[in-house]
């Protein structure tokens, strides 16, 4: 009878090991599986969220780029406080210099004073300007020139005296004035 007692005990025992561990081993991998779900999802919204930011940069970058008239201040092609218009970067200042020290300003800025390619983009700027005046990179050396050395073909100049060599724009058109006048000025260059 303490054979059959033993042996019954034994089986017992047995069975009831595997039992004990398949209680726990159901825990285990549910737990296990629960973690690896959450940070299954974890990863998949980092993903999208960092895909949602790179498309929304993206599109922003390619809006500024292609934008013929954007001040967007956070577009990476103009610096700050200079305005993004077509493939150039216009800068007006507020503070006010004579000619040759507003043409040193925007050298040392990479760019020149405005010069006007047409009429067009000059009427555009015009219908910016309030009353005030900028200098611009027109001079009268022999005749009216942009500082790139072409002449003044698609507008006149407005001048009073002999005097006045240096153009400026203001609401009316351009306009003469003497270069040691303190005006404000415009500088542009080619986005980069």
Request: proline content about 2%.
């Amino acid at each position: 009878m303490e054979m059959i007692d033993n042996a019954l005990y034994s089986a017992l025992e047995l069975s009831a090991v595997p039992q004990a561990q398949n209680d726990y081993r159901p825990q285990q991998n549910a737990s296990s599986s629960r973690c690896s779900f959450f940070r299954h999802r974890t990863t998949i919204a980092s993903g999208l969220l960092s895909a949602v930011v790179v498309s929304g940069l993206l599109c922003m970058w390619t809006l500024c780029r292609s934008s013929k008239h954007t001040t967007c201040a956070s577009c990476p092609s103009c610096p700050d406080f200079w305005m993004g218009y077509g493939d150039h970067c216009y800068y007006f200042s507020m503070e006010k210099k004579d000619w040759n020290s507003s043409l040193e300003f925007c050298l040392a800025k990479g760019s020149q004073l405005l010069m006007f390619t047409d009429n067009q983009e000059m009427n555009l700027f015009q219908s910016f300007l309030d009353k005030d005046f900028y200098w611009i990179g027109l001079r009268n050396n022999s005749g009216w020139r942009w500082e790139d050395g072409s002449a003044l073909n698609f507008s006149r100049i407005l001048s009073n005296s002999l005097i006045q060599k240096c153009g400026t724009i203001g609401k009316d058109g351009l306009q003469a004035s003497s270069c040691e006048v303190s005006l404000q000025w415009a500088c542009k260059k080619v986005r980069l």
